[in-house]
């Protein structure tokens, strides 16, 4: 039995009347559909199913370092993977309490 099925969703590809299966915390099948027994079923009823427009993820520890050492000018993940280099032997025990 499964811990929780969505039936009758639209999927952003746009296969509609698609089922979506999780056991575990994860998907475990994705189908046309799909019908199985489960503890508890949500009826999407046509409704759009979409991952998050939007990713919440964020570093702590990069809140209050902006500009430091200096902007991330391309806005990409390997300029601050490189400015974090930059920064790291300028950090003091002091820096990072205050």
Not at 6 to 22: C, E, K, Q, S
Not at 45 to 73: E, I, K, W
Request: some cysteine; glycine content about 10%; aromatic content about 6%.
């Amino acid at each position: 039995m499964l811990d929780f099925l969505i039936t009758r969703a639209t999927l952003p590809d746009g296969r509609t009347d698609m089922g979506v299966a999780v056991q575990d915390g994860r998907i475990v099948e994705v189908a046309a559909g799909l019908n199985a027994p489960s503890h508890d079923t949500l009826d999407a009823a046509g409704q759009l199913l979409t991952p998050p427009f939007c990713d919440p993820h964020f570093h702590m520890d990069a809140t209050l370092s902006y500009g430091l050492p200096r902007v991330n000018q391309s806005g990409t993940l390997l300029e601050g993977i490189a400015l974090w280099g930059e920064l790291k032997p300028m950090l003091t025990e002091e820096a990072l309490v205050e």
